[in-house]
């Protein structure tokens, strides 16, 4: 299967810092990408879709002001979680797909603390 | 309003048995069914997938059945061996740039 990467793998910032997480497809041009959050033992929560060169759609409830989302290119999406707080602690996972494709791949997730 | 519906929410199967997790959507609309798979940590593996214009799918010791008219489809994991233990999630879409929509997924632990 495709590969998609995240960096960092962790992350521990203190409250009121803001944060950015890397999402990369390694080997495909993504022209979705979408940013999940995970609590323990929950499913995945989509946050939003972002579409290469186009502002990102944020599902109902996840502030967009807070959570910054850029695709700029086609292997590359960012998540800036601004002015973070301890509820922003999390597990955030990124996905992937490719144009006319309906598979979707995973990062390996960042793990989000703030203390 | 959940869209897919997983059960069951937890799994206990003795090695080398079959594990079965089952899914039921409501929109008609979806046409595409993957399975993941996830270890603690981890972000999900696409294990397997299927489109409705088939009933069934065999990848290994993974196969999807998939009932159109029920509206239901479901992952049998057979010969089922400790490493699988894990969190499945189905999921189903609609294609094109629409997103995942993901059961809530199914703890299976696979005991010697």
């Known amino acids: 299967g495709a590969v998609v990467s995240q960096h960092p793998s962790w992350v521990i910032c203190k409250s009121g810092t803001s944060v950015k997480i890397e999402c990369r497809s390694l080997d495909f041009q993504a022209t979705t990408m979408f940013w999940y959050r995970q609590f323990p033992k929950q499913s995945l929560m989509l946050m939003a879709t972002?579409?290469?060169?186009?502002?990102?759609?944020?599902e109902q409830g996840v502030e967009k002001d807070k959570f910054l989302i850029n695709h700029a290119s086609l292997t590359l999406s960012t998540l800036t979680v601004t002015s973070a707080h301890p509820e922003d602690s999390s597990f955030y996972i990124c996905?992937?797909?490719?144009?006319?494709?309906?598979?979707?791949?995973f990062g390996p997730g960042t793990r989000l603390t703030v203390t | 309003q959940q869209q897919v519906k997983q059960s069951p929410q937890s799994l206990i199967v003795q090695k080398g048995g079959i594990s079965i997790i089952n899914c039921a959507y409501e929109?008609?609309?979806?046409?595409?069914f993957p399975w993941y798979q996830q270890f603690p940590g981890k972000g999900p593996a696409l294990l397997i997938a299927i489109r409705p214009d088939v009933s069934e799918k065999k990848e290994g010791r993974f196969t999807i059945s998939f009932n159109k008219s029920a509206k239901q489809f479901s992952l049998h994991i057979m010969d089922s061996q400790p490493g699988d233990s894990a969190t499945y999630f189905c999921a189903a879409s609609r294609g094109g740039n629409t997103p995942l929509v993901f059961g809530k997924g199914t703890r299976l632990s696979v005991i010697a």
């Open positions: 972002s579409n290469e060169g186009s502002k990102a759609t944020y």
């Open positions: 996905s992937a797909r490719g144009d006319r494709s309906y598979e979707q791949y």
């Open positions: 929109n008609t609309a979806f046409d595409y």
